[in-house]
Antibody, heavy 121, light 108 residues
């Protein structure tokens, strides 16, 4: 079964840091670009960051550039999102998502259950 | 950045009725990179349509997608009770990846 499981969310103060992880199983992880998508409470979906299958190319939304760093470890089928200088507006459920086509960006066919990040003093 | 505007914000319909959801882009979008998702409360989104008109695996044929350029449509031919949810469109282009604000389909 193809599955993505996120972990690492929690409560953090403004200006703080957090590291999210996504464990993948059931598919050849290294063949697929991956992404993080977030959803603030009661709001729509917002793409945050993406990474190519090899990890050699990374992509960021302007709203998070310079504060979030995406990475992956293909030997462990894991993806990470290092979050720093967090702001109240970063509060959201963060989803790990797999792109539908091999090593290209496009639609997301598999999503994790999400992990909640709350930035508050 | 391409802005996607979904309309209406909320659609109130009865089971068995036809639902027509719109997604309009601020610039032309390649049809290869227009997708639709369904999201129910407390759940992750589920891919319905990719490439503007291709149904994802396991998606019933009452869901169909159409459109090109800046205007795209998701149609649900006859609403089932499980179809009441929020629907999101999404595009990927050279200027990045964006989602629309969503359309809620609620029971009338």
């Amino acid at each position: 079964e193809v599955q993505l499981v996120e972990s690492g969310g929690g409560l953090v103060q403004p200006g703080g840091s957090l590291r999210l992880s996504c464990a993948a199983s059931g598919f050849t992880f290294s063949r697929y670009a991956m992404s993080w998508v977030r959803q603030a409470p009661g709001k729509g979906l917002e793409w945050v960051s993406g990474i190519s299958g090899s990890g050699g190319s990374t992509y960021y939304a302007d709203s998070v550039k310079g504060r979030l760093t995406i990475s992956r470890d293909n030997s462990k089928n894991m993806m990470h999102l290092q979050m720093s200088s967090l702001r109240v507006e970063d509060t959201a459920v963060y989803y790990c998502a797999k792109f539908e086509a091999a090593d290209t960006l496009g639609a997301f066919d598999i999503w994790g259950q999400g992990t909640m990040v709350t930035v508050s003093s | 950045e391409i802005v996607l505007t979904q309309s209406p914000g909320t659609l109130s319909l009865s089971p068995g009725e036809r639902a027509t959801l719109s997604c309009r882009a601020s610039q032309s979008v390649s049809s290869s990179y227009l997708a639709w998702y369904q999201q129910k409360p407390g759940q992750a989104p589920r891919l319905l349509i990719y490439g503007a008109s291709s149904r994802a695996t396991g998606i019933p044929d009452r869901f169909s997608g159409s459109g090109s350029g800046t205007d795209f449509t998701l149609t649900i031919s006859s609403l089932e009770p499980e179809d009441f949810a929020v629907y999101h469109c999404q595009q990927y282009g050279t200027s990045g990846l964006t989602f629309g604000g969503g359309t809620k389909v609620e029971i009338k």
